[in-house]
């Protein structure tokens, strides 16, 4: 079986974002797990896959002689269209690309969730969507010296909340400093780790962020880390006190994978798919009502947070980029024998 990987597609994603982390591990399972010949470009072969659908850019085919497959991470745009203002030209360019994923053979998407909305704003029958959850990184705990010097690198406190990821609105970013501002705890911090942070755009969201750090009162105590390479990501999840995802909506949510693994305890949203990522391992909140409870709940309680941690760990472990790879596989083996 060659198949190929749309390259177009994986330059629009970012290497350091979920899609980018998305692309890359699932090359890397195929080759180790399974003989498929797998390319990245623009060529033929068996089966073209797109690992990233981009809603308004022309990053697919419309009637492709190959058989394809498209993965869809999410549609937050859509199902949330007056905060992800689109012009003329992305206009269009949806047309272009919802056209082409109703003649895509196959769509795999992360979650449930996902799916629920594929099928609902994109029209399109569940027959003919597969979700494949993600796998974390394969990153592991470092030894106790090179603990503190990565530490020591990055001057991490003693005692922080940490939240790795970007600032789009459906991140709830300005929601989770209000609530760090209302948690009374002057030895708390709050650490936000993402390349976005380091790169300081000229954009409203970020704007915006800057502006609810200075009126929160504590600014000093909110820490504002670029890119972390992901063996020095691991210590952050390893130190931190407690990893907060106060998203509106998110379509899988690695991050809250990665802080399972490496045993931080979680307080998560419930919105979107991330109930399905943590499961019992986490406990939640409503970003609307009660996310400074339920993190001031945590902090009050080492009993409950080693508990979250323990399953945490073991909850990580069902997830797996080899079972990621195996389940693609299938799809791929599925449309090629449909095409007999």
Known sequence: MKTVIASKSLHAASNTRGIGVYSRELMGALAKYYSTDTIIGSGTGDIIHY???????????????????????????????????VGLRGKFNWFWQQQAVHQADQIITDSESSKKDIM????????????????????????????????????????????VGDLNWNKNLLGLIKSFSEIEDNKL????????????????????????????????????????????????????????QPSWYEGFGLPVLEAMKFGCPIASSNRGSLPEVGGEA??????RSDMTQV??????????????????VIRAKTFTWENTARLTHQVYEKILSSHI
Not at 55 to 80: A, E, G, M, Q
Not at 124 to 141: E, F
Not at 211 to 239: A, E
Request: hydrophobic share 35%; no cysteine.
């Open 51 to 85: 690992p990233f659908f981009d809603l308004f850019s022309r990053t697919l085919k419309i009637n492709s002689s190959i058989p394809t497959v498209v993965t869809i991470h999410d549609l937050i745009p859509l199902r949330f269209p007056s905060h992800f203002p």
């Open 120 to 163: 609902t704003i994109m029209g399109i029958n569940q027959t003919k969507i597969t979700v494949i959850p993600l796998g974390p990184n394969h990153t592991q705990k470092v030894g106790t010296v090179l603990t503190k010097k990565i530490a020591d690198n990055y001057s991490l406190p003693d005692k922080y909340l940490l939240y």
């Open 189 to 244: 911090h709050l650490v936000l780790v993402g390349k976005v942070f380091s790169d300081k755009p000229n954009i409203p969201e970020y704007k915006a962020l800057s502006q609810t750090i200075y009126q929160s009162g504590k600014s000093d105590k909110i820490h504002l880390i670029g890119y972390v390479p992901s063996h020095h990501l691991s210590v952050f999840y390893t130190r931190a006190t407690l990893y907060v």
């Open 282 to 287: 986490v406990d939640y909140f409503d970003p």
């Open 295 to 312: 993190i001031d709940s945590l902090l009050r309680s080492p009993k409950r947070r080693a508990q979250l941690s323990k399953l945490g």
